[in-house]
């Protein structure tokens, strides 16, 4: 029964910043790469950013300088930093996590940029 629920997504205008965080529940194992997703309307799923157990991190080239992926064992979080917001990056997040050899999603959280 792993759980990830992800929080913090809303309405921001462009240029402005949202962090969204995603707790993992229920865990047996110890939880490897950490990873978030977008879909946009009409699209499909798209990797946005992945950290590793370690913390070592990689990101959509498109992305880089603007979004920040963070994790914290302990709290079995990881969070998505994301700044000068564009009305392209709005979406659906999803974050995801690696445990005991399976991949686990959680619900996802709408993320509109707009004036």
């Known amino acids: 029964q792993v759980q990830l629920v992800e929080s913090g997504g809303g309405l921001v205008q462009p240029g402005g910043s949202l962090r969204l965080s995603c707790v993992v529940s229920?865990?047996?194992?110890?939880?490897?790469?950490m990873r978030w997703y977008r879909q946009a309307p009409g699209k499909q799923r798209e990797l946005v950013a992945v950290i590793t157990s370690e913390g070592s991190t990689n990101y959509v080239d498109s992305l880089k300088g603007r979004f920040t992926i963070s994790r914290d064992n302990a709290k079995n979080t990881v969070y998505l930093q994301m700044n000068s917001l564009k009305p392209e990056d709005t979406a659906v997040y999803y974050c995801?996590?690696?445990?005991?050899?399976?991949?686990?999603w959680g619900q996802g959280t709408q993320v509109t940029v707009s004036s």
């Open positions: 995801s996590a690696d445990v005991g050899g399976w991949g686990y």
């Open positions: 229920g865990s047996r194992f110890s939880i490897g790469a």
